[in-house]
Structure formats: structure tokens, C-alpha cells
């Protein structure tokens, strides 16, 4: 008798499994795919959004205005002349103080100065960053973040029109950066970057109510 020789060949079951295996990978691979770039690039946003935080912090630090630190002025609010009347610096004999604000001293540590808030942008002798003193020294300055595949984050720094009622018990602003919201006594931080044609965009009020940084009093210590 003659030894018969085992067939190799797929059954029909055997190749209609595997057309059915072959047709799920084809359908859910682009997905998960397609998923897993999404979120990289969710990653990436939120990585991006947190750096942007990071120099909000630190440009939000400085002082509010170049001119919270010239002479006698540490640890006061600026008569911002472009702002509402109704935070304008009361000026008496022998001091000067906001409205609702208590006198601190009345010639080094005074509450108020009747010096006004400067123009927007870095100021004489502040050609980079590691010499900006206040906050609108950071208008028009761009940071690219290499790790991010060249992102750059762009900084402006504008005064916001100050025309609020404070007498009032809801208190409310509008975002007004025209030519007349100049010197007042509010500037808006806004950090922008672009990723994937998707704007990411960070912004915050800083309000001129005197030097941030209680180093203002050891520079009068010295």
C-alpha cells in the first residue's frame, strides 16, 4: 500500500479566519494610530501650556512698572495718569497715599508717588532679559523651546483701559488695548505659541499696586 502524502494546503475555514483577523488589524490599526498621535500631541499642548505658566510666573514676579524702583519710590503704587481718576494718589501736605490705602511712612515708605507709570517695553540699558527689572520689559520677547520640535512663545505686554466703577460691588473690566488704555493702572501678560495650527494662549492681569517684591525694602535698608 502506497504511503499517502499529508496535504499542506489552508482549508477554507483556515483562510476565512485569517481574511477576518487580517481585516480587523486593517480597520483598528490606523486608529490606534491615529489615537496615539492624538494624544502625544495632547502631551505636548499641556507641556507647552505649563511652560508658558512657568514664564508667566516669572515675568509676573518684577515690579509692576521701571518706575517702582527709581529712588525713594520702593514699595509704592504710580499715579498711572491713563487710569481711573477714582485710584488716582490723594496728595496732601506731607504725604501721599490712594484712596482707601493706610499711610505707611510718610518719606521712605510712603503708600503712594506722584510719578506716573512708564511706555511699555524694555527701558534703557535692558537689552536682554537677564536685566529686565519690570514686568512690560517682556513685551515683544519670544522664547523657542527646541524640545518641542522649534515652538517659540511669544510675549506681549499692554496696558488694559481702566474705566471700571469701584465704587461698585461687582467690579468689571473689558479688555481694551486701543491707543487710550496708555499708562493705566492695569497691564495684561499674554503668552502665545502655535502647535499643530492650534493657538495655546495665556494671559494675566498684573495691577499697579505697588513693588511685588519685598526686596524693595532691603534695597532701602542699603
Known amino acids: 500500500m502506497k504511503n ?11 483562510i476565512l479566519v485569517s481574511l477576518i483577523v487580517i481585516g480587523i488589524i486593517a480597520v483598528t490599526l490606523p486608529i490606534m494610530l491615529q489615537t496615539s498621535t492624538n494624544s502625544l500631541k495632547t ?13 508667566l510666573n516669572l515675568i509676573n514676579s518684577l515690579y509692576f512698572d521701571e518706575n517702582n524702583t527709581i529712588k525713594e ?14 485710584l488716582f494718589i490723594r496728595v496732601y501736605p506731607n504725604e501721599l497715599n490712594r484712596v482707601g490705602k493706610h499711610q505707611i511712612n510718610n518719606n521712605i515708605l510712603r503708600s503712594g508717588t506722584s510719578d506716573t507709570t512708564s511706555h511699555i517695553g524694555a527701558d534703557s540699558g535692558e537689552s536682554n532679559d537677564s536685566a529686565y527689572d519690570d514686568i512690560d520689559d517682556y513685551n515683544d520677547f519670544n522664547e523657542t523651546l527646541l524640545s518641542f520640535g522649534d515652538v517659540t512663545l511669544y510675549v506681549k505686554v499692554k496696558y488694559i483701559k481702566d474705566d471700571a466703577n469701584y465704587s461698585s460691588d461687582k467690579i468689571k473690566f473689558s479688555i481694551d488695548t486701543s491707543s487710550n488704555a496708555n499708562n493705566t493702572s492695569i497691564k495684561l501678560i499674554t503668552i502665545h505659541a502655535n502647535v499643530d495650527n492650534t493657538d495655546i494662549n495665556i494671559s494675566y492681569p498684573a495691577m499697579n499696586i505697588g513693588a511685588s517684591k519685598y526686596l524693595s525694602l532691603e534695597e532701602i535698608a542699603r
Not at 43 to 55: A, N
Open 73 to 86: 519710590n520702593y514699595y509704592k503704587e504710580l499715579n498711572a495718569t491713563g487710569g481711573d481718576s477714582e
Open 43 to 55: 502631551s505636548m499642548k499641556e507641556e507647552i501650556f505649563y511652560q508658558e505658566f512657568s514664564l
Open 4 to 14: 499517502q502524502k499529508k496535504s499542506n494546503a489552508f482549508t477554507l475555514i483556515e
